[in-house]
C-alpha cells in the first residue's frame, strides 16, 4: 500500500489566516482526494485533487475557501482560507491504489482554529 | 454516492471476546472498503470484499457480504484493548470497481475493548 505522509500533524491558528497542508505519496497515483472530519462527525468529501487541472469540489465547498494544488502525481496541498473557528477539523488526504479499488488516507492534519 | 450505516453506533467488550459491526448500504455496488480510525487519527484501511465475494478473511477479521440484503458485518474475534478504534465502511458503486473519490462515510462504530 501506498505510504502517505501531511505536514504539518497539528497546528493552532488564529481566525482570519490561512493554513496550507501538504500530502506527500510515495508513489505515483492517479487520484488524490482531501477530507474533513469536524469534531464528532464522519468524514466529508471535499474535493478531488487533479494533477495538471483544477480541483473537483463536492457541494458545500468552494474554490475560494479550499483551494488545492497537484503540481504532479505524488504531492498536493490543501489551503483552508480565512479561518474561523467553524473549519477546526481533522483534514485528511487519501489516494486510489490497487487498479482504483481500494483508498488509502493520510495520518490526517488536526486544526484547531481560535 | 453511495453511503453505509454502520450499527451499533457504539460497542463495548471485555478482552478476549468477539466484536461484531454491521454495515447497511442502499444501492449496488461493486466493492465495499472497511476502516479503522483510532483517536481521530488518520483511517486505516483493514479489508476490501468484492460485491461477488461473501467473506474474507485477514487476521482475526473477517469480513461477509450480503448483497441480496445489502449488508456488510466485519467480526474481531479474541478482541485486544489496542483494537478500541472507531469503525466505518465505505461501499463503493463506482465504475469498473473504482471509487473515484466517492466514498460516503456514515458516523462508524465506536468499539471500546476493556482490558
Known amino acids: 500500500s501506498a505510504v502517505i505522509s501531511q505536514k504539518p500533524s497539528r497546528d493552532i491558528c488564529q481566525r482570519g489566516t490561512s493554513l496550507t497542508i501538504q500530502c506527500q505519496v510515495d508513489?505515483?497515483?492517479?487520484?488524490m482526494f482531501w477530507y474533513r472530519q469536524q469534531p464528532g462527525q464522519s468524514l466529508t468529501l471535499i474535493a478531488t485533487?487533479?494533477?495538471?487541472?483544477?480541483?473537483?469540489?463536492e457541494s458545500g465547498f468552494v474554490i475560494d475557501k479550499f483551494p488545492i494544488s497537484r503540481p504532479n502525481l505524488t504531492f498536493s496541498t490543501l489551503t483552508v482560507s480565512n479561518m474561523s473557528p467553524e473549519d477546526s477539523s481533522i483534514y485528511l488526504c487519501?489516494?486510489?491504489?490497487?487498479?482504483?479499488?481500494?483508498?488509502?488516507f493520510g495520518p490526517g492534519t488536526r486544526l484547531l482554529v481560535l | 454516492s453511495q453511503q453505509g450505516e454502520e450499527d451499533p453506533q457504539a460497542l463495548s467488550i471485555q478482552e478476549g471476546e468477539n466484536a461484531t459491526m454491521n454495515c447497511s448500504y442502499k444501492?449496488?455496488?461493486?466493492?465495499l472498503q472497511w476502516y479503522r480510525q483510532n483517536s481521530g487519527r488518520g483511517l486505516v484501511h483493514l479489508i476490501l470484499i468484492r460485491s461477488n465475494e461473501r467473506e474474507k478473511h485477514s487476521g482475526r477479521l473477517r469480513v461477509t457480504l450480503d448483497t441480496s440484503k445489502k449488508s456488510s458485518s466485519l467480526l474481531i474475534t479474541a478482541s485486544r484493548a489496542a483494537d478500541t478504534a472507531s469503525y466505518f465502511c465505505?461501499?463503493?458503486?463506482?465504475?469498473?470497481?473504482?471509487?473515484?473519490?466517492?466514498?460516503?462515510f456514515g458516523q462508524g462504530t465506536i468499539l471500546t475493548v476493556h482490558p
Open positions: 487519501s489516494v486510489d491504489q490497487a487498479g482504483g479499488e481500494t483508498q488509502y
Open positions: 444501492t449496488s455496488i461493486n466493492n
Open positions: 485533487a487533479n494533477q495538471g487541472s483544477e480541483a473537483t469540489y
Open positions: 508513489s505515483q497515483v492517479t487520484m
Open positions: 465505505a461501499p463503493a458503486a463506482g465504475a469498473g470497481g473504482t471509487s473515484y473519490g466517492k466514498l460516503t
